[in-house]
């Protein structure tokens, strides 16, 4: 499950407690660190699935936007575009 703006605010609690319930998350947010912290805390949590991914979409070139896509296609089957 992709959930944006998932490192801070609404959307990390939001992250947290669906990887908490099973869910395989994928975090996406512009901050690094904070996407960590929150990998760090499911993990040491032990539950949920887990993927990260460092997110400024403006920064984006063709070529991570392709690998985000398939990602997500992966992970949810669900295709982004």
């Known amino acids: ?10 959307g990390r609690y939001v992250a947290a407690e669906l990887a908490y319930a099973g869910a395989r998350v994928l975090i996406h947010g512009r901050d690094r660190e904070r ?7 499911i993990k040491r949590a032990g539950r949920g699935g887990l993927r990260e991914a460092q997110a400024n979409p403006q920064a984006y070139d ?16 669900l295709s982004v575009a």
């Open 62 to 77: 063709e070529a991570a936007r392709k690998r985000l896509r398939a990602l997500s296609l992966e992970l949810t089957g």
């Open 1 to 10: 499950m992709l959930v944006t703006g998932s490192t801070d605010g609404v």
């Open 35 to 41: 996407a960590k912290s929150l990998a760090d805390e």
